[in-house]
């Protein structure tokens, strides 16, 4: 019984009732296991041990795995502000729908991109990427793409060799770099990216990476809440400033309200630099 808890819980509570089988557990040991109340027996297909608010066994309880912005929560990728936290669940295109009724996330019925090990309650990343791509606006799949691309060290060319499902991931898959340090920096220069404007991230100026610089001579930071809310932070970030103004470079600093919640302003700002040339060589 040890053996079989310590199993569920290495994958997350939820494991198959065929591969615990194959891993040497009894099936009249594991009906009495059931019976005991010790181990959960969800549709005669999963063995699970949690509690009924876990997305994996939530999952199993509708006959599928784990999926899209579910899976970017469970693995700590950037979500875009104030998503709902319904559970995305992947199913088998001719799978059965009974286990839907009353359900209140969203299903995604797909043939997988990637051939996975059936025992496994959580959809794989490709499968997770290409859902999300469909699933929210292209700046916010965007946004999600580049920070997985910097969480599980995805290669940028390597993405685009992938066979995707739909024209919208084949696009996040053209657009990604894998440079963004933020999601709020993916959604700038997913923005950015529409004007035409010569952008570059992450150039190196004055010892130290600047988010984007627009051109040659126009350089836009964008304090995001991770890396500007400390004091130093802050005095750091100032210190880069006035260097990279005192080399003739025009600095534009924006916030992470601003950048979400007064993008007319910001665009206004950059136009009005775009307009004085500040992004080319100094007079």
Do not use: K, N
């Amino acid at each position: 019984m040890r053996d079989l808890l310590e199993r569920l819980h290495q994958r997350g509570g939820v494991v198959r009732r065929q591969a615990a089988v194959q891993a040497g557990f009894a099936p009249a040991a594991i009906r009495r296991w059931v019976a005991s109340g010790v181990v959960r027996s969800i549709r005669r297909t999963w063995l699970a041990v949690g509690g009924q608010d876990d997305d994996r066994v939530r999952a199993a309880e509708v006959g599928g795995r784990v999926a899209c912005v579910s899976v970017a929560r469970e693995r700590g990728w950037w979500v875009p502000e104030g998503m709902d936290s319904a559970l995305h669940v992947s199913l088998p295109p001719h799978g059965r729908s009974d286990g839907l009724v009353g359900f209140a996330g969203t299903a995604h019925w797909s043939v997988p991109i990637t051939t996975s090990a059936p025992e496994l309650p959580v959809e794989p990343l490709e499968d997770a990427l290409d859902h999300i791509a469909g699933c929210l606006s292209p700046e916010d799949a965007q946004a999600v793409w580049d920070s997985a691309m910097r969480r599980e060290r995805l290669d940028a060319d390597a993405l685009r060799r992938v066979t995707w499902r739909t024209p919208a991931a084949r696009a996040c898959a053209d657009r990604a770099t894998g440079l963004s340090d933020s999601g709020l920096e993916s959604i700038f220069v997913f923005r950015l990216s529409a004007w035409g404007v010569p952008l570059r991230q992450q150039v190196v100026l004055a010892g130290r990476p600047v988010d984007a610089l627009i051109g040659d001579w126009l350089v836009v930071q964008i304090d995001g809440h991770a890396f500007h809310s400390s004091s130093a932070d802050r005095t750091r970030d100032l210190a880069h400033d006035a260097e990279l103004r005192l080399r003739g470079y025009t600095v534009l600093r924006f916030s992470y309200a601003q950048v979400l919640h007064d993008w007319p302003a910001v665009a206004r700002v950059i136009s009005r630099a775009l307009a004085t040339g500040a992004h080319l060589a100094p007079r």
